[in-house]
Nanobody, 124 residues
């Protein structure tokens, strides 16, 4: 079956960096658009970043643009989110997602498969 497993979350001080990963199995990874979303307590699950199946197309939420970088390694079936200059407001559970409806997408409804999430906490 399809599995998306996030890892790499943790506690970091404001201004620090963290890289989260998502390893995918059970589907042809190189044909799927991948996305990262995040959800803070009591909030909706919000778009963070997306990358096309080839890796050539990326798109970011305005709140993270210039600080976060999404990338993928199709040989390893893994997508990454490098997070720099972290702020307390970046604290959330981070989820990766896979879909094929668009080349890249910020819409949750365009993703069919989701991971279980990894907690990222940024202290002030």
């Amino acid at each position: 079956q399809v599995q998306l497993v996030e890892s790499g979350g943790g506690l970091v001080q404001a201004g620090g960096s963290l890289r989260v990963s998502c390893e995918v199995s059970g589907l042809t990874f190189s044909t799927y658009t991948m996305g990262w979303f995040r959800q803070a307590p009591g909030e909706e699950r919000d778009f963070v970043a997306t990358i096309s199946w080839s890796g050539r197309g990326t798109y970011y939420a305005g709140s993270v643009k210039g600080r976060f970088t999404i990338s993928r390694d199709n040989a390893k079936n893994t997508v990454y989110l490098q997070m720099n200059s972290l702020k307390p407001e970046d604290t959330a559970v981070y989820y990766c997602a896979a879909g094929q409806r668009s080349i890249y997408s910020s819409d949750r409804d365009d993703y069919d498969y989701w991971g279980q999430g990894t907690q990222v906490t940024v202290s002030s």
